[in-house]
Each structure stands twice: as structure tokens, then as C-alpha cells.
């Protein structure tokens, strides 16, 4: 493979970006349906079923399942862990985050986004953490226009989460989206402004900030896929799907169901 090849974007037609706002949203469904459940005493194994469950009601497919090993649906990631936490019988516990990220495989082409859920009473500093993360989701959405470049998105996301203090993660990035649930181009969460490739029409990708309390430094549990913070402090992740039309990004996925089930 040359190495013009390994860099290889693949812009989307309206059709193929219509595919895939149906693929995202069925995740975004799933989402939504999770939250009708996420409640202390809940086990993040019975939230996986359900997700499964309903992803194949849809005429989809759970877009994580055996990916890479993967051997769950959903991933769902607690307090200090980052992303990438496997699903287990641990009830969830009042006063945590959880990350819950899902994937759809639809018509050939994958929906991936994610929500940080606040359960029960949670300390005053887990939700700015989680305010802030969904603020520098959108700051990093409202870059993806064809006046800019990859860099700038990481750039917006950066300068908010560290105006707060947060650490940014630098080993995990978003990433383009389409056939494959990872294509180019890989979309930090931090960079310069100015840097990268330029955006164009067509281009789909997943934008999704995860921002840690402390360190931006993260390590990987002896499962070989729960990434958790190097200091143990708390972490948030917010993730949408993104097609850029006319200029502009198109936000694909949507947290209305989530916001609907909660009462927000």
C-alpha cells in the first residue's frame, strides 16, 4: 500500500450520507432507549442486551459487535474510565457518568455516536465536566466547513476543555466514518489552527471530545479494552456523526431521544 493510499478519504454522495443519517439514527434511538433504563441498580450487561435487541428490530446490525473482537454492543465506560468499557454485571451506582457509545451497521454503512449519562445525584464537578464536554462537541462541530481544516476541529475542542482546566485526550481520536466504522481522516480532539487537511463536501466523520478532569494521560485495563484515566479522576465523552453539505456540517445523529426519555 502507498502511502498516498493509507490517507485515502472517502467523500460521500447524498445518497450514501442519507444512508447514513438513517444508521445514526438508529443509534441515536438506542441511545434514547438506554436512557428510559439508566437508573442506579441497572447492570450495564442488561443495557447491552436491550441495545441489541432493539438495533435488530431496525433492519441493522449492533456496528461493534465482533469488530476488532468486540464482544458487546454497547460500550459503556463509568466515572474514570474513558472509553471502551465492556459491558458487566457491576450495577451502575447513583452519583456516577457513564459514557454509553453504539454503533449500527445499516444498508452497508455504520452510525456511531455516544452520550455521557449523568445518574441520580452527581457531584457538582462531574456535571460541569460533562457541560463542558458536550460544549466542546459542538464548538468542534461548528469548524467542519469546507473555510477550514481537520485541525481546526481539535483546535475549538482544545482551547474550551483546557480553558477549564481539563486534560484532553491525545491517544484516542475521532475518525471518518462510512463503510467502515474507522476511515481517514483521524479527527483529534486537540491541534492548530490553520493545520490539516482541508475539509470538503462529502467528507462524513465522527466528532468525539473525551475530556478528563485531571491528566490527559489514560491507561488500558487488563480486559485489553477499558480505557481508563491515569489519575482515576472522572472522564466524559460526548460523540455525533457529521456530513459536511454545502459548506457546512450536518449533524446526522441526534440527542433528542435521550433528551426526550429524561425529561430534558
Not at 117 to 130: I, M, N, P
Not at 229 to 245: G, K, N, Q, W, Y
Request: proline share 5%; with cysteine.
Amino acid at each position: 500500500m502507498s502511502l498516498l493510499d493509507q490517507f485515502m478519504i472517502r467523500y460521500k454522495t447524498p445518497q450514501e450520507i442519507e444512508i447514513m443519517r438513517e444508521a445514526a439514527q438508529i443509534v441515536s434511538r438506542t441511545l434514547g432507549l438506554v436512557a428510559k433504563h439508566m437508573q442506579p441498580g441497572v447492570t450495564p450487561r442488561f443495557l447491552d442486551q436491550l441495545a441489541e435487541d432493539y438495533i435488530r428490530t431496525q433492519n441493522a446490525i449492533p456496528g461493534f459487535k465482533g469488530l476488532y473482537g468486540c464482544p458487546s454492543t454497547l460500550l459503556i465506560s463509568v466515572n474514570e474510565q474513558v472509553v471502551h468499557g465492556l459491558p458487566t454485571d457491576k450495577p451502575i451506582q447513583d452519583g456516577d457518568i457513564v459514557s454509553v457509545d453504539c454503533g449500527s451497521v445499516y444498508k452497508g454503512y455504520y452510525g456511531d455516536h455516544a452520550y455521557t449519562f449523568e445518574v441520580g445525584e452527581v457531584s457538582a464537578e462531574k456535571k460541569q465536566l460533562c457541560k463542558v464536554t458536550k460544549e466542546c462537541l459542538y464548538l468542534g462541530i461548528e469548524q467542519a466547513t469546507t473555510a477550514n481544516r481537520i485541525e481546526d476541529i481539535g483546535w475549538a475542542i482544545q482551547q474550551h476543555a483546557e480553558a477549564h482546566g481539563y486534560g484532553v485526550v491525545r491517544d484516542l481520536v475521532g475518525h471518518g466514518l462510512g463503510k467502515e466504522l474507522h476511515e481517514d481522516p483521524q479527527v483529534p480532539n486537540y491541534g492548530r489552527r490553520g493545520r490539516g487537511k482541508k475539509i470538503q463536501n462529502g467528507l462524513t466523520i465522527a466528532i468525539e471530545p473525551m475530556i478528563n478532569m485531571g491528566t490527559e494521560k489514560v491507561e488500558t485495563l487488563e480486559d485489553k479494552w477499558t480505557i481508563v484515566t491515569a489519575d482515576r479522576l472522572p472522564s466524559a465523552h460526548f460523540e455525533h456523526d457529521i456530513a459536511v453539505v454545502d459548506g457546512a456540517p450536518v449533524i446526522l445523529s441526534t440527542f433528542d431521544f435521550i433528551y426526550e426519555a429524561l425529561g430534558l
